[in-house]
């Protein structure tokens, strides 16, 4: 199944393992920041809500 | 119905909820079937070997690297035009996309150069003009980060975009003009003559649908994410108001 990539392997692995970690740690960061934004913001609005009656 | 409809953050909240499935979804389907196919069922290159692949991964990421400053070059002349919120928060959620990209299209680039130029990095026109661009999305962050009020971050890198944009421009169209460096031309024209072969051309066409919705799909959730920041810090000064 795995084609045989000869003297390229490092070049076309390399290739796509970077692409894989930094596509990873874009998804993973934008993911984690959005979480993170959504529970602060629910939190602040129910605090505000509770105190605004 | 307007497209400046979409500039009220409700109405652009409403949507991007209702979109942002489907693009995820698009997304997996696309880069999966493209990657697989030009992986796994395409055959070396008479002149490349196995380094044609790389095709898939990089052509793609150097397209997006570009187009994603265009995308927010438009934003921002939005901003300074019309003083639309959201759009400058399109501008500002898609350059760390922007930025991976290029760094992708760099990494994958001197991957490939390497084998083939024998060398990792030439100071060739377009390569050299890409490195700017890179220095141009760290600068756009940074800026964004050290300026505190939101209005004149917007403007002060709503202007460093503009200027951006010739780097961008260049990194494009370099080996048009230049017939100089090591870096081939287009691998995609409209002159068909120019194309690659179809046995590389149709899953590379996927790729790039792929990375095109990857891009969108990151930039809808970001721009969320910068609309709630932006509520978030108007919910906390009302509160240190009262």
Known sequence: MMPELGKYAFAVMGSYAATAVLIAALVGLTLWQSARMKRALAEVEARQEKTDG | ?242
């Open chain 2, 1 to 242: 119905m307007s497209i400046w409809e979409y500039a009220n953050p409700k109405k652009f909240m409403q949507t991007s909820a209702w979109a942002l499935p489907w693009a995820v979804g698009l997304t997996v389907v696309l880069l999966v079937v493209g990657l697989v196919w030009g992986f796994f069922f395409t055959p070396d290159d008479y002149k490349q070997g196995s380094t044609v692949k790389i095709i898939y991964l990089h052509v793609p990421s150097a397209m997006m690297a570009i187009n994603a400053w265009v995308m927010m070059l438009v934003t921002s002349l939005i901003w300074i035009v019309r003083r639309h919120h959201v759009s400058v928060l399109a501008a500002k959620a898609a350059a760390p996309v922007g930025l991976t990209f290029t760094l992708i299209a760099l990494v994958t680039g001197a991957l490939w150069g390497q084998p083939m130029w024998g060398t990792w990095w030439a100071w060739d026109p377009r390569l050299t003009s890409f490195l700017i661009l890179t220095l141009f999305y760290f600068g756009y962050m940074a800026l964004w980060a050290a300026v505190e009020d939101p209005d004149t971050a917007a403007d002060l890198t709503s202007i460093l975009c503009l200027v951006g944009s010739v780097f961008a421009l260049l990194s494009r169209y370099a080996v048009l003009f230049w017939n100089q460096g090591l870096h081939q031309g287009a691998s995609l024209s409209l002159d068909k003559e120019e194309n690659v072969s179809d046995v590389f051309w149709q899953p590379l066409v996927i790729c790039i649908a792929g990375f095109i919705l990857l891009f969108v799909t990151m930039v809808l959730l970001r721009t969320r994410t910068e609309i709630r920041s932006r509520r978030l810090k108007a919910l906390l000064a009302r509160e240190r108001v009262a």
